[in-house]
Protein backbone atom coordinates (compact mmCIF):
# COMPACT_ATOMS: atom_id res chain seq x y z
CA UNK A 1 0.00 0.00 0.00
CA UNK A 2 1.43 3.14 -0.39
CA UNK A 3 0.77 5.19 2.60
CA UNK A 4 1.02 9.33 2.52
CA UNK A 5 3.85 10.30 4.41
CA UNK A 6 3.82 14.56 3.92
CA UNK A 7 0.23 16.19 3.12
CA UNK A 8 -0.48 19.90 2.77
CA UNK A 9 -3.35 21.38 1.77
CA UNK A 10 -4.06 25.05 1.96
CA UNK A 11 -1.17 25.90 3.91
CA UNK A 12 -0.10 29.31 4.35
CA UNK A 13 2.91 30.82 5.68
CA UNK A 14 3.44 34.47 6.97
CA UNK A 15 6.56 35.96 7.81
CA UNK A 16 6.97 39.92 8.63
CA UNK A 17 3.25 40.14 7.48
CA UNK A 18 4.67 39.08 3.76
CA UNK A 19 2.52 35.39 2.68
CA UNK A 20 6.07 33.09 2.09
CA UNK A 21 4.32 30.14 1.21
CA UNK A 22 1.11 29.18 -0.12
CA UNK A 23 0.99 25.34 -1.08
CA UNK A 24 -2.51 24.59 -1.92
CA UNK A 25 -1.93 20.19 -2.07
CA UNK A 26 1.50 18.64 -1.77
CA UNK A 27 1.19 15.09 -1.22
CA UNK A 28 4.52 13.08 -0.74
CA UNK A 29 4.10 8.72 -0.58
CA UNK A 30 6.18 6.56 1.79
CA UNK A 31 9.79 6.65 -0.11
CA UNK A 32 9.63 8.80 -2.36
CA UNK A 33 12.82 11.06 -3.16
CA UNK A 34 11.72 14.59 -4.13
CA UNK A 35 13.72 17.13 -4.73
CA UNK A 36 12.39 20.52 -4.08
CA UNK A 37 13.77 23.28 -6.71
CA UNK A 38 13.44 27.20 -6.89
CA UNK A 39 15.21 30.78 -6.84
CA UNK A 40 16.47 32.05 -3.89
CA UNK A 41 14.04 32.88 -1.48
CA UNK A 42 11.29 31.03 -3.20
CA UNK A 43 10.11 29.18 -0.15
CA UNK A 44 12.18 26.16 0.46
CA UNK A 45 13.62 26.56 3.30
CA UNK A 46 10.31 27.40 4.74
CA UNK A 47 8.55 24.71 3.19
CA UNK A 48 11.27 22.00 5.10
CA UNK A 49 10.85 23.74 8.66
CA UNK A 50 7.07 23.47 8.26
CA UNK A 51 7.74 19.87 7.67
CA UNK A 52 9.42 19.84 9.97
CA UNK A 53 7.14 21.70 12.82
CA UNK A 54 10.08 24.31 13.06
CA UNK A 55 7.90 27.00 11.82
CA UNK A 56 4.05 27.71 12.08
CA UNK A 57 1.49 28.26 9.69
CA UNK A 58 -1.28 30.36 9.82
CA UNK A 59 -3.80 28.47 7.73
CA UNK A 60 -4.17 24.91 6.53
CA UNK A 61 -3.92 21.52 7.55
CA UNK A 62 -0.46 19.51 7.60
CA UNK A 63 -0.88 15.99 7.88
CA UNK A 64 2.66 13.63 8.73
CA UNK A 65 1.95 9.59 8.64
CA UNK A 66 -1.07 10.20 8.24
CA UNK A 67 -2.10 12.48 11.08
CA UNK A 68 -2.95 16.32 11.80
CA UNK A 69 -0.04 17.91 13.72
CA UNK A 70 -2.89 20.30 15.23
CA UNK A 71 -4.68 17.41 16.75
CA UNK A 72 -2.69 13.94 17.41
CA UNK A 73 0.52 13.44 14.88
CA UNK A 74 3.11 15.72 16.90
CA UNK A 75 5.41 13.28 19.01
CA UNK A 76 4.58 10.54 16.23
CA UNK A 77 5.93 12.63 13.11
CA UNK A 78 8.89 13.72 15.78
CA UNK A 79 10.19 10.15 16.26
CA UNK A 80 9.90 9.80 12.80
CA UNK A 81 11.34 12.72 11.33
CA UNK A 82 14.79 13.87 10.85
CA UNK A 83 16.10 17.18 9.13
CA UNK A 84 19.80 18.58 8.03
CA UNK A 85 20.67 21.98 7.34
CA UNK A 86 23.60 23.08 4.93
CA UNK A 87 25.69 23.97 8.55
CA UNK A 88 26.07 20.51 10.22
CA UNK A 89 26.50 21.24 14.14
CA UNK A 90 28.64 18.31 15.58
CA UNK A 91 29.30 19.06 19.29
CA UNK A 92 32.38 18.56 20.98
CA UNK A 93 33.71 14.96 21.74
CA UNK A 94 33.87 11.85 18.78
CA UNK A 95 32.10 10.67 15.84
CA UNK A 96 30.62 8.28 17.84
CA UNK A 97 29.47 9.97 20.38
CA UNK A 98 27.42 12.82 18.18
CA UNK A 99 26.05 9.62 16.14
CA UNK A 100 25.06 8.49 19.32
CA UNK A 101 23.80 11.34 20.61
CA UNK A 102 20.01 10.80 19.28
CA UNK A 103 19.63 7.22 20.71
CA UNK A 104 20.94 8.77 24.09
CA UNK A 105 18.45 10.80 24.05
CA UNK A 106 16.09 8.22 23.11
CA UNK A 107 16.90 5.89 26.15
CA UNK A 108 17.74 3.18 23.83
CA UNK A 109 19.83 0.54 25.32
CA UNK A 110 24.17 0.07 25.42
CA UNK A 111 23.86 -2.82 23.32
CA UNK A 112 21.08 -1.20 20.82
CA UNK A 113 23.42 2.18 20.86
CA UNK A 114 26.80 0.14 19.68
CA UNK A 115 24.73 -1.96 16.49
CA UNK A 116 22.76 0.98 15.47
CA UNK A 117 25.83 3.14 15.37
CA UNK A 118 27.69 0.87 13.77
CA UNK A 119 25.09 0.45 11.39
CA UNK A 120 24.61 3.96 10.42
CA UNK A 121 28.50 4.67 10.58
CA UNK A 122 29.01 2.18 7.87
CA UNK A 123 26.22 3.02 5.91
CA UNK A 124 28.00 6.18 5.00
CA UNK A 125 31.70 4.67 5.11
CA UNK A 126 32.95 6.50 8.23
CA UNK A 127 33.20 3.68 10.55
CA UNK A 128 37.11 4.15 10.85
CA UNK A 129 35.96 7.98 11.64
CA UNK A 130 34.71 6.83 15.17
CA UNK A 131 37.21 7.72 17.61
CA UNK A 132 37.72 11.22 15.76
CA UNK A 133 37.31 14.16 17.23
CA UNK A 134 34.21 15.66 15.28
CA UNK A 135 35.68 18.96 15.00
CA UNK A 136 38.83 17.26 13.03
CA UNK A 137 36.41 16.90 10.02
CA UNK A 138 36.96 17.65 6.93
CA UNK A 139 33.63 18.97 5.55
CA UNK A 140 32.28 16.14 3.48
CA UNK A 141 33.26 14.26 6.47
CA UNK A 142 31.01 16.25 8.52
CA UNK A 143 27.93 16.09 6.29
CA UNK A 144 28.80 11.95 6.34
CA UNK A 145 28.85 11.88 9.80
CA UNK A 146 25.49 14.29 9.82
CA UNK A 147 23.91 11.65 7.95
CA UNK A 148 24.69 8.72 9.94
CA UNK A 149 23.39 10.86 13.13
CA UNK A 150 20.15 11.66 11.13
CA UNK A 151 19.11 8.49 10.21
CA UNK A 152 20.72 6.44 13.46
CA UNK A 153 17.54 6.32 14.78
CA UNK A 154 15.70 5.11 11.62
CA UNK A 155 12.82 7.77 10.80
CA UNK A 156 11.45 7.32 8.06
CA UNK A 157 11.20 11.08 7.15
CA UNK A 158 14.34 12.94 6.27
CA UNK A 159 14.21 16.66 5.29
CA UNK A 160 17.91 18.03 3.36
CA UNK A 161 17.83 21.77 3.25
CA UNK A 162 20.94 21.70 0.87
CA UNK A 163 23.39 20.02 2.89
CA UNK A 164 25.46 19.17 0.29
CA UNK A 165 25.78 22.43 -1.36
CA UNK A 166 29.23 23.51 -0.06
CA UNK A 167 30.86 20.04 -0.84
CA UNK A 168 33.16 19.43 -4.19
CA UNK A 169 30.91 17.48 -7.31
CA UNK A 170 32.53 14.02 -6.61
CA UNK A 171 31.47 13.91 -3.13
CA UNK A 172 28.64 15.54 -3.37
CA UNK A 173 27.84 12.24 -6.12
CA UNK A 174 29.21 10.10 -3.78
CA UNK A 175 27.55 10.64 -0.56
CA UNK A 176 23.79 11.32 -2.42
CA UNK A 177 24.33 7.47 -4.10
CA UNK A 178 25.11 6.32 -0.33
CA UNK A 179 22.31 8.50 0.69
CA UNK A 180 19.97 6.61 -1.94
CA UNK A 181 21.18 3.54 -1.70
CA UNK A 182 19.68 3.68 2.42
CA UNK A 183 16.52 5.25 1.02
CA UNK A 184 15.48 3.44 -1.23
CA UNK A 185 16.74 0.26 1.47
CA UNK A 186 14.71 1.46 3.50
CA UNK A 187 11.90 2.84 2.33
CA UNK A 188 12.68 6.32 3.68
CA UNK A 189 11.11 9.25 2.38
CA UNK A 190 13.16 11.95 1.38
CA UNK A 191 12.76 16.39 0.70
CA UNK A 192 16.23 16.94 -0.73
CA UNK A 193 16.48 20.82 -1.33
CA UNK A 194 18.84 21.02 -4.11
CA UNK A 195 20.01 24.27 -7.09
CA UNK A 196 22.30 22.04 -8.94
CA UNK A 197 20.14 19.73 -11.62
CA UNK A 198 22.63 17.28 -12.23
CA UNK A 199 22.01 16.53 -8.49
CA UNK A 200 18.57 16.53 -9.00
CA UNK A 201 18.53 13.84 -11.70
CA UNK A 202 20.97 11.02 -10.28
CA UNK A 203 18.87 11.45 -6.80
CA UNK A 204 15.09 12.38 -7.08
CA UNK A 205 12.26 10.61 -8.86
CA UNK A 206 10.20 13.88 -8.65
CA UNK A 207 10.75 17.84 -8.61
CA UNK A 208 8.82 20.36 -6.74
CA UNK A 209 9.58 23.78 -7.77
CA UNK A 210 8.77 26.57 -6.07
CA UNK A 211 8.57 30.23 -6.90
CA UNK A 212 7.30 33.16 -4.71
CA UNK A 213 6.39 30.36 -1.90
CA UNK A 214 3.73 28.62 -4.47
CA UNK A 215 4.30 25.54 -6.46
CA UNK A 216 4.80 26.27 -10.11
CA UNK A 217 5.55 22.65 -11.53
CA UNK A 218 5.61 18.98 -10.04
CA UNK A 219 7.02 16.37 -12.51
CA UNK A 220 9.61 13.56 -12.88
CA UNK A 221 13.42 15.31 -13.16
CA UNK A 222 13.70 14.80 -17.12
CA UNK A 223 9.86 16.79 -17.48
CA UNK A 224 11.06 19.28 -15.68
CA UNK A 225 14.22 19.52 -17.71
CA UNK A 226 12.77 19.38 -21.22
CA UNK A 227 9.74 20.95 -20.62
CA UNK A 228 9.76 23.77 -17.98
CA UNK A 229 6.20 25.09 -17.68
CA UNK A 230 7.61 29.15 -17.29
CA UNK A 231 10.52 31.31 -18.10
CA UNK A 232 11.09 31.16 -14.22
CA UNK A 233 11.50 27.19 -14.49
CA UNK A 234 12.97 27.24 -18.13
CA UNK A 235 16.18 29.69 -16.52
CA UNK A 236 16.46 27.46 -13.29
CA UNK A 237 17.11 24.07 -15.60
CA UNK A 238 19.44 26.26 -17.82
CA UNK A 239 17.12 25.70 -20.44
CA UNK A 240 19.88 25.42 -23.72
CA UNK A 241 17.66 27.50 -26.10
CA UNK A 242 14.68 30.08 -24.89
CA UNK A 243 13.33 31.54 -27.93
CA UNK A 244 11.17 34.69 -28.44
CA UNK A 245 8.22 33.82 -30.61
CA UNK A 246 4.35 34.56 -31.92
CA UNK A 247 1.95 32.10 -31.98
CA UNK A 248 -1.10 32.37 -34.22
CA UNK A 249 -4.11 29.77 -33.44
CA UNK A 250 -6.10 28.26 -36.12
CA UNK A 251 -8.51 26.02 -34.53
CA UNK A 252 -7.05 23.12 -33.07
CA UNK A 253 -3.41 24.01 -34.50
CA UNK A 254 -1.00 26.66 -33.63
CA UNK A 255 1.49 28.08 -36.09
CA UNK A 256 4.73 29.06 -34.16
CA UNK A 257 6.84 31.98 -35.50
CA UNK A 258 10.66 32.81 -34.99
CA UNK A 259 12.77 35.32 -35.47
CA UNK A 260 13.38 35.64 -39.26
CA UNK A 261 10.62 33.77 -40.59
CA UNK A 262 10.96 30.33 -39.43
CA UNK A 263 7.81 28.95 -39.13
CA UNK A 264 6.00 25.20 -38.06
CA UNK A 265 3.01 23.93 -36.77
CA UNK A 266 2.05 22.87 -33.14
CA UNK A 267 -0.60 20.56 -32.94
CA UNK A 268 -0.70 20.01 -29.61
CA UNK A 269 -2.28 22.54 -27.05
CA UNK A 270 -0.45 25.98 -26.40
CA UNK A 271 -0.55 28.10 -23.47
CA UNK A 272 -2.39 31.01 -23.92
CA UNK A 273 -0.19 34.02 -23.78
CA UNK A 274 2.94 31.77 -25.23
CA UNK A 275 5.88 34.33 -25.98
CA UNK A 276 8.88 31.84 -25.89
CA UNK A 277 10.15 28.16 -27.48
CA UNK A 278 12.41 26.26 -24.85
CA UNK A 279 14.35 23.53 -27.51
CA UNK A 280 16.62 21.69 -25.42
CA UNK A 281 20.53 21.37 -26.88
CA UNK A 282 20.15 17.71 -27.49
CA UNK A 283 16.89 18.13 -29.50
CA UNK A 284 19.07 21.12 -32.50
CA UNK A 285 21.00 18.38 -34.88
CA UNK A 286 23.18 19.17 -37.81
CA UNK A 287 22.17 17.75 -40.77
CA UNK A 288 23.76 16.02 -43.29
CA UNK A 289 22.03 15.08 -47.06
CA UNK A 290 22.08 11.36 -45.62
CA UNK A 291 21.01 11.98 -42.17
CA UNK A 292 18.29 9.66 -41.73
CA UNK A 293 16.64 12.57 -39.37
CA UNK A 294 14.72 14.27 -42.93
CA UNK A 295 12.54 11.48 -42.28
CA UNK A 296 11.21 13.43 -39.17
CA UNK A 297 8.77 15.88 -39.68
CA UNK A 298 11.87 19.55 -38.97
CA UNK A 299 12.31 22.36 -38.77
CA UNK A 300 15.87 23.42 -40.89
CA UNK A 301 18.10 26.69 -40.80
CA UNK A 302 20.84 27.64 -42.04
CA UNK A 303 23.38 28.70 -40.17
CA UNK A 304 27.37 29.67 -38.93
CA UNK A 305 29.22 27.76 -36.07
CA UNK A 306 30.32 30.36 -33.88
CA UNK A 307 31.45 28.62 -30.94
CA UNK A 308 32.64 25.35 -29.84
CA UNK A 309 32.83 24.98 -25.95
CA UNK A 310 33.94 21.54 -25.26
CA UNK A 311 31.81 19.70 -22.46
CA UNK A 312 32.47 15.65 -21.00
CA UNK A 313 29.19 14.04 -22.52
CA UNK A 314 28.52 16.54 -24.90
CA UNK A 315 29.99 19.63 -26.68
CA UNK A 316 28.17 23.07 -26.90
CA UNK A 317 27.80 24.31 -30.22
CA UNK A 318 26.64 27.61 -31.40
CA UNK A 319 25.01 27.99 -34.48
CA UNK A 320 24.07 31.94 -35.71
CA UNK A 321 21.59 32.62 -38.55
CA UNK A 322 20.90 36.59 -39.74
CA UNK A 323 18.40 36.38 -36.39
CA UNK A 324 18.76 33.28 -34.72
CA UNK A 325 20.90 31.85 -32.32
CA UNK A 326 20.49 28.29 -31.53
CA UNK A 327 22.45 25.85 -28.51
CA UNK A 328 23.09 22.33 -29.89
CA UNK A 329 24.56 19.90 -27.65
CA UNK A 330 26.48 17.63 -29.72
CA UNK A 331 28.82 14.21 -29.28
CA UNK A 332 32.42 14.64 -29.09
CA UNK A 333 33.54 12.55 -32.29
CA UNK A 334 30.85 15.09 -33.87
CA UNK A 335 31.87 18.14 -32.51
CA UNK A 336 35.54 17.90 -33.03
CA UNK A 337 35.09 17.77 -36.61
CA UNK A 338 33.15 21.16 -36.88
CA UNK A 339 34.99 24.41 -37.56
CA UNK A 340 33.91 27.55 -36.41
CA UNK A 341 32.49 29.95 -39.32
CA UNK A 342 31.57 26.92 -41.27
CA UNK A 343 28.15 26.95 -42.84
CA UNK A 344 26.00 24.22 -41.43
CA UNK A 345 22.21 23.26 -42.08
CA UNK A 346 20.58 22.58 -38.32
CA UNK A 347 17.26 21.07 -37.29
CA UNK A 348 14.83 20.42 -34.78
CA UNK A 349 11.66 18.39 -34.23
CA UNK A 350 8.83 20.86 -33.16
CA UNK A 351 7.68 17.98 -30.87
CA UNK A 352 10.87 18.69 -28.92
CA UNK A 353 9.68 22.38 -28.15
CA UNK A 354 8.13 23.44 -24.97
CA UNK A 355 6.04 26.50 -25.28
CA UNK A 356 6.20 28.68 -22.70
CA UNK A 357 4.54 32.32 -21.81
N1 LIG B 1 13.37 34.31 9.71
C1 LIG B 1 12.70 34.96 8.76
N2 LIG B 1 11.92 36.03 9.07
C2 LIG B 1 11.23 36.68 8.13
N3 LIG B 1 11.24 36.37 6.82
C3 LIG B 1 11.99 35.33 6.47
C4 LIG B 1 12.77 34.57 7.40
N4 LIG B 1 13.43 33.59 6.75
C5 LIG B 1 13.08 33.74 5.45
N5 LIG B 1 12.22 34.76 5.27
C6 LIG B 1 11.63 35.22 3.99
O1 LIG B 1 10.81 34.17 3.49
C7 LIG B 1 10.94 34.06 2.07
C8 LIG B 1 11.31 32.63 1.73
O2 LIG B 1 12.58 32.35 2.30
P1 LIG B 1 13.23 30.91 2.28
O3 LIG B 1 14.40 30.96 3.19
O4 LIG B 1 12.18 29.90 2.55
O5 LIG B 1 13.67 30.79 0.75
P2 LIG B 1 14.56 29.68 0.04
O6 LIG B 1 13.80 29.21 -1.15
O7 LIG B 1 14.99 28.67 1.02
O8 LIG B 1 15.80 30.55 -0.47
P3 LIG B 1 17.37 30.14 -0.62
O9 LIG B 1 17.50 29.40 -1.92
O10 LIG B 1 18.03 31.47 -0.69
O11 LIG B 1 17.77 29.35 0.59
C9 LIG B 1 11.98 35.07 1.66
O12 LIG B 1 11.30 36.20 1.16
C10 LIG B 1 12.70 35.42 2.95
O13 LIG B 1 13.16 36.76 2.95
MG1 LIG C 1 16.84 28.11 1.84
Redesign the pocket.
Known amino acids: MNHTIVELTGIKVY ?2 R ?1 L ?1 LNIEQLSVAAGELVAVA ?1 P ?7 LLQVINMLLPYQQGVLKLFGRDISQTGREDARCNSSMMFQETLLVNGTVYDNVALPLNFRNYTQTEIEEQVAAALKNFHCQHLAERQAKQLSGGEVQRVGLARALVYQPKLLLLDEPFAALDTATRTAILGDLKQVAVANRITVLL ?1 S ?1 NFNDVLSFADRVVV ?1 ADGRMIQDDCPEVVLRRPVNLEVANLVDMDNILPCQVETDGREAIVRLAGGVAFRQNKPVPVGAAACCLPGDAVYILNRSSALRRQPLVTINGTIAGITPGIGAYKVRVESSSLSLTMRAPREQATGLISGSQVEVAFNPDEVQLIC
Open positions: RNQTGNGAGKSTVHL
